[in-house]
């Protein structure tokens, strides 16, 4: 059964860095956009950052834009998110996220198919 596998998530401290994984195992097509949404208890999920497999064009949300970075291994359908100077606020469970094409920027993604989640945690 497809199903999308997360990791790395963790606890670190403000200023630190962590790696989230991403695969996309089992799918029977191309998968065209992946990417990362947020959300912390009590707000809303945030669309956080993709990345378009046919040209490796990214996007991110202005929050995070500079500090985390999304890459991909399109030979095992894996997508990361590199994230740096960690704050407080990024707090949150992350989920993976992939879609179509036609789909692929942050309000789109929603709409995809989503991974459990992997839950990180930046005290200060």
């Known amino acids: 059964q497809a199903h999308l596998v997360e990791s790395g998530g963790g606890s670190v401290q403000g200023g630190g860095s962590l790696r989230l994984s991403c695969a996309a195992i089992?799918?029977?097509?191309?998968?065209?956009?992946m990417g990362w949404f947020r959300q912390a208890p009590g707000k809303e999920r945030e669309g956080v950052a993709g990345?378009?497999?046919?040209?490796?064009?990214?996007f991110y949300a202005a929050s995070v834009k500079g500090r985390f970075t999304i890459s991909q291994d399109n030979s095992n359908d894996t997508v990361y998110l590199q994230m740096n100077s960690l704050k407080p606020e990024d707090t949150a469970m992350y989920y993976c996220v992939i879609a179509p094409w036609a789909h692929c920027s942050l309000g789109g993604l929603q709409s995809g198919h989503w991974g459990q989640g992997t839950q990180v945690t930046v005290s200060s």
């Open positions: 990345i378009y497999s046919g040209s490796s064009s990214t």
């Open positions: 089992g799918y029977p097509y191309r998968i065209d956009c």
